[in-house]
């Protein structure tokens, strides 16, 4: 008979006890982030159906977006404002796959139709389509930051106009479909300047877009996932693209290949993703400082930036006075 254990040995034992639980969870965590990253097997996306339509299809995440599907043997259903750009992507993805994937254009310029105007054109040109993927890609950024009052009403109209309604109409229309069918995969892409930070300063109505577009999915998605449908916001850093006013990728900003080459990896998964791992980093060190510092490192950061856009505008002006 071993004698009883000491108050001290308790105390050991609740000590490793509460250390074990405090580093298991993080580990946890890190293990299902490497898992989901890189070892996970994406879906296979021709479940859903045989057709994916991609909104501002015809450049940056878009675009490379098609390509992954059209690989993935998914037939395309491609929306942009631009009917040259739509043919040249189109003939792009024709040279690449061939006749084996079957394209679809559609003419929608986000900013200048009413959202009713959307459901109806997107319902009556997919009619008889089996779309299973639906992405809600299109958006626009603010044209440089800017404090509210400076913003000008026009573009204030097509930010929410593009950026909210693109993904609400465009959802509206598709979504019947999908309940009919009991499956689909809805993936809207957010912005990490909604989730990741505490604030967004001089890009206020941008990042408010984007917060709408993360709320929208995540309520969506417990809506409907009784009904075999797989709603989905991606998360996006800095991507090199023309929105962003990067040209060239480095270790923080993947190119618009790299980034869709991750992208299709998550379709199906988690509501909400951050599918770059990279940005998912950068993330991570965001989270662990204090909100305070972020809201004001990015406020000088903005204002600065403020600065240099406002010079330039002015240099431009008078070189036009000149001229
Ligand atoms: N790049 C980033 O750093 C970043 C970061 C976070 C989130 N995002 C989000 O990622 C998504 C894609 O952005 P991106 O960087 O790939 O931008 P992008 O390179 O500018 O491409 C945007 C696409 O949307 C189309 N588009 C724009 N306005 C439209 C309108 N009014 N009607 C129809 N189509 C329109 C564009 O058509 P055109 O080819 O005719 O211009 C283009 O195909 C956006 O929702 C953006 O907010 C991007
Ligand atoms: C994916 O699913 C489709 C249709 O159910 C099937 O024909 C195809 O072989 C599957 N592909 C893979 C890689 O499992
Ligand atoms: C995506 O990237 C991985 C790793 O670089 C590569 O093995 C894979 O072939 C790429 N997939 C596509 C569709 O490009
Ligand atoms: C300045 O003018 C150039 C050429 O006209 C234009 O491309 C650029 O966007 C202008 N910059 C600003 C900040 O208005």
Same mark, same amino acid.
């Given at each position: 008979m071993g004698a009883p254990p000491l108050a001290s040995e308790w105390l050991v034992l609740a000590i490793c006890t509460i250390?074990?639980?405090?580093?298991?969870?993080?580990?946890? &965590?890190?293990?299902k982030w490497v898992w989901s990253n890189f070892l996970r097997p994406p879906k296979n996306l021709t479940t859903y159906g045989s057709w994916a339509l991609v909104t501002g299809s015809t450049d940056g995440i878009?675009?490379?977006?098609?390509?992954?599907?059209?690989?993935?043997?998914?037939?395309?259903?491609?929306?942009?404002?631009?009917? %040259?750009?739509?043919?040249?992507?189109?003939?792009?993805? *024709?040279?690449?796959?061939?006749?084996? &994937? %079957?394209?679809?254009?559609?003419v929608i310029d986000f900013e200048k139709i009413?959202?009713?105007?959307?459901?109806? %054109?997107?319902?009556?040109?997919?009619?008889?389509? =089996?779309?299973?993927?639906?992405v809600n890609n299109v958006g626009l950024s603010a044209k440089g930051a800017r404090f509210f009052h400076e913003v000008d009403s026009e573009s204030m109209d097509s930010l929410m106009n593009v950026n909210m309604g693109g993904v609400s109409w465009v959802t509206k229309a598709v979504l019947p479909g999908m309940l009919k069918k009991r499956k689909g995969a809805i993936v809207n892409i957010g912005s990490g300047a909604s989730v990741a930070v505490p604030s967004y300063p001089l890009f206020t109505v941008y990042a408010a877009t984007k917060a709408y577009v993360a709320m929208f999915s995540r309520s969506l998605g417990v809506e409907y996932k009784k009904h075999g449908i797989d709603i989905q916001c991606q998360i996006p850093m800095l991507v090199a693209t023309k929105l962003a006013s990067i040209r060239r990728s480095s270790f923080f900003v993947p190119s618009p290949k790299q980034y869709s080459n991750a992208s299709i990896r998550w379709i199906g998964y988690e509501p909400l993703c951050v599918? #770059?791992? &990279?940005?998912?980093?950068?993330?991570?060190?965001? =989270?662990?400082?204090?909100?305070?510092?972020? =809201? *004001?490192?990015?406020? *000088? #950061?903005?204002? =600065?930036?403020?600065?240099?856009?406002?010079?330039?505008?002015?240099?431009n002006a008078s070189l036009k006075q000149k001229s």
């Open positions: 250390g074990f639980l405090a580093i298991s969870k993080p580990i946890f &965590t890190f293990v878009g675009k490379a977006l098609t390509f992954e599907l059209a690989s993935k043997g998914l037939n395309l259903v491609l929306v942009g404002r631009n009917p %040259q750009k739509l043919q040249s992507t189109s003939n792009e993805i *024709r040279e690449r796959f061939g006749e084996k &994937t %079957q394209i679809k254009i559609i009413s959202g009713e105007e959307i459901e109806e %054109q997107i319902r009556r040109e997919t009619e008889g389509l =089996d779309v299973g993927v639906l599918p #770059y791992w &990279t940005h998912a980093l950068e993330w991570c060190i965001m =989270d662990a400082l204090p909100e305070s510092l972020v =809201d *004001r490192l990015l406020f *000088r #950061y903005f204002c =600065d930036l403020r600065k240099k856009i406002l010079k330039k505008e002015s240099r």
